[in-house]
């Protein structure tokens, strides 16, 4: 069955950089498209980029404070699929959610298959 399991640094002063791991299971990550999302207090869930099938990331049009400092990579031995955050900021405060899907790479959350449990990012001194 497929699972997505995530993990990573919880707590990260301004400035500083982290990661976040997805680890994939119960399929090849090579037959997936893996897409990152977060959801800040209050707030929308909201996209932030979209590998599809070990592609070049497509980096959502509001992300443009975000693309310049993440970045993503994947590890298709390891069916991993990291997001790197650095120079964060207090706004990058937030639940961060791994999704998958088959056929879909975009934007809205509600075409994902499949969902990772999210993990808390605290940006903050």
């Known amino acids: 069955q497929v699972q997505l399991v995530e993990s990573g640094d919880s707590s990260v002063q301004p400035g500083g950089s982290l990661r976040l791991s997805c680890e994939v299971s119960g399929i090849n990550l090579e037959e997936v498209n893996i897409g990152w999302f977060r959801q800040a207090p209050g707030s929308e869930r909201e996209g932030i980029a979209c590998?599809?099938?070990?592609?070049?990331?497509?980096?959502?049009s509001d992300s443009r404070f975000i693309k310049g400092r993440f970045t993503i990579s994947r590890d298709n031995t390891r069916n991993t699929v990291s997001l790197q955050m650095s120079d964060v900021v207090p706004f990058d405060t937030g639940v961060y959610y791994c999704?998958?899907?088959?056929?879909?790479?975009?934007?809205?959350?509600?075409?994902?298959?499949?969902w990772g449990q999210g993990t808390q990012v605290t940006v903050s001194t």
């Open positions: 999704v998958a899907s088959r056929l879909y790479c975009g934007w809205l959350h509600r075409m994902y298959d499949y």
């Open positions: 590998t599809s099938l070990g592609e070049v990331p497509s980096w959502h």
